[in-house]
């Protein structure tokens, strides 16, 4: 794919970026390197490589649920600005 002039300023357009004429000239041959890179990538040879998500093998740990005593709701209350049937009370955010 080749970046030219154009699409720079299409994609500046797009993201309300006001670009100077050097900064079109500088990203357009930035962006052309970027994609001779990857076309580099494209030539090596993956068939025999699994995908993979990360580079070392991870796993979830879990652990079983236990009931715990929690604090004690009044005591965790006693500051709140306003509270209502046991929880606090604050202004409605949604109509």
């Given at each position: 794919?080749?970046?030219n002039?154009?699409?720079?300023e299409h ?8 670009l100077?004429?050097?900064e079109?000239e500088k990203l ?8 001779s ?8 040879d993956t ?7 990360h580079v ?8 079983e649920?236990?009931?715990q ?5 009044d005591?965790?209350l006693?500051n709140?600005p ?13 109509e």
């Open positions: 794919m080749k970046i002039k154009e699409m720079i994609v500046a357009n797009l993201a309300r970026l006001n100077t004429e050097g079109k357009t041959k930035e962006m052309e390197n970027i994609l890179y990857v076309d580099k990538l494209n030539e090596l068939s025999n490589v699994n995908p993979t998500a070392m093998p991870i796993k979830n740990v879990f652990r649920d236990q009931v005593k929690s604090f004690d709701r005591k965790i006693m709140a306003s509270k209502e049937e046991g929880c606090f009370k604050v202004p409605k955010v949604v």
